[in-house]
């Protein structure tokens, strides 16, 4: 196609720029970073002085201008990114998951380069309206934030967009709270008398006893139980997800480093899996199936399969129900109010082990190793809302004294 040093107007034209037949115009320049001949076009002589002006700047901050880059999708990035991490099989289905659930359709497709931070903030603002918790908000922006770092890093955007744009967005995270000293008597003594749930009582009695997770629960083998030593190993957690090959079981590194650990036992605790032991017994458990190279599972169905995850929450949820309907026709009977359960999980289980350790005054450090936590803060959250409370009915405590004494 014919080029001319002049526009039709008689403009001189600059090095590089050129007046094309179809009425457009380009410039044509080398990217000093990748040694590339590149083109750009615009449909007059002012729109490709800016143009210039860009790719001037672009050059000078050392930021890649070739096109293919320039046409890169927040999509194509977070492939990038993923590609340069390190994670395990269950991490990266999580991320991706969440990528393509929450990310890939809402701003995904917009260009790296031209993706702003009001484009962050209003996908924000759009899931905090949908009504998504602070915490998921916060698990996308894990994602984003660092993605973007590493086209901040390789020169092909400027700033981060995503930089200071998380703390004003989704509902607060709700509180899980423990269950009371009262309300565990209460659900232990039910779970022991049913004839419909007392198999249960040893694991319960383990769970409240040891504080593990739900996934490191379900994934004890009898080879980790050393009732001789009175110790629980954990070193492995079970999970229920498709790495790909579909959903199934898998055996799973525990969530952090820290929990690998090995959990003294209780009297209680240690009679706990003694008593679960014969239930297994009893009720001919198959010992033989295999997960991942693990086999004699503590805690199994009536198949002998693992505990599904979700299997132990409804467990507690149909509990819960059971107890609240006997209490409420008790309540009729006895003309007084019921004294509820409320509705909880193997978290709360959990939450409520910690608690009772905290509520002993259990050396803070000690606690943070028995409930596998990677940072002492979340230990701290407990141990410090247990002191706060304590204080405060100490300080009730030395009112009402005064006053009896006055």
């Not at 999580?94 to 359709?105: G, H, P, Q």
């Not at 908000?137 to 020169?155: C, G, Q, R, S, T």
């Not at 239930?279 to 169905?301: R, W």
Request: aromatic residues 8%; contains cysteine; hydrophobic residues 35%.
């Amino acid at each position: 196609m014919a080029i001319s040093r002049k526009d039709p107007k008689g403009r001189k034209l600059r090095e590089g720029e050129n007046w094309r037949n179809d009425g457009r115009y380009s410039y044509r320049y080398t990217d000093v970073r990748t040694g590339k001949r590149l083109t750009v076009y615009a449909q007059d002589l002012p729109e490709l002085r800016e143009k210039e002006k860009q790719i001037a700047k672009d050059m000078e901050d050392n930021i890649l201008t070739d096109g293919a880059i320039k046409k890169m999708t927040l999509n194509t990035l977070f492939e990038r990114y993923m590609a340069t991490r390190e994670l395990a099989d269950t991490t990266r289905v999580s991320y991706v998951r969440a990528w393509e659930n929450r990310v890939k359709d809402e701003i995904g497709n917009i260009k790296v380069v031209q993706l702003l931070p009001s484009h962050i903030k209003a996908y924000y603002a759009k899931l905090s309206k949908a009504g998504y918790a602070y915490s998921t908000i916060k698990y996308i922006h894990n994602l984003l934030y660092p993605a973007l770092e590493m086209a901040v890093d390789d020169d092909i955007i400027r700033k981060n967009p995503a930089k200071s744009s998380i703390s004003d967005y989704g509902k607060p995270a709700e509180e899980k709270e423990a269950l009371t000293v009262s309300q565990q008597e209460k659900f232990m003594e039910f779970v022991k008398q049913s004839n419909v749930y007392n198999t249960y009582y040893p694991m319960f009695t383990i769970m409240i006893g040891t504080g593990l997770r739900c996934g490191e629960l379900i994934g004890l083998t009898w080879k980790d139980i050393d009732i001789k030593a009175k110790t629980v190993n954990v070193d492995h957690q079970l999970i229920y997800k498709n790495l790909g090959d579909g959903c199934k079981f898998h055996i799973s590194a525990p969530k952090t480093e820290s929990g690998i650990r090995i959990i003294p036992m209780t009297q209680e605790v240690a009679k706990a899996f003694e008593e679960q032991r014969k239930i297994n017994f009893m009720l001919a458990k198959d010992k033989s199936i295999e997960v991942d190279g693990y086999s004699g599972f503590v805690f199994t169905a009536k198949s002998g399969r693992p505990l599904m995850p979700n299997g132990v929450n409804s467990v507690l949820y149909n509990i819960v129900d059971a107890y609240n309907k006997t209490e409420v026709e008790r309540a009729k009977k006895e003309h007084r109010k019921a004294e509820l359960l409320p509705k909880f999980s193997a978290h709360v289980m959990r939450h409520t082990a910690c608690t009772r350790m905290a509520e002993c005054r259990m050396d803070v450090k000690v606690l943070q190793y028995i409930m596998g936590h990677a940072h002492i803060d979340v230990t701290m959250e407990v141990y410090n809302h247990i002191g706060e409370l304590t204080r405060i009915e100490n300080e009730i405590a030395r009112l009402d004294s005064m006053v009896l004494n006055a």
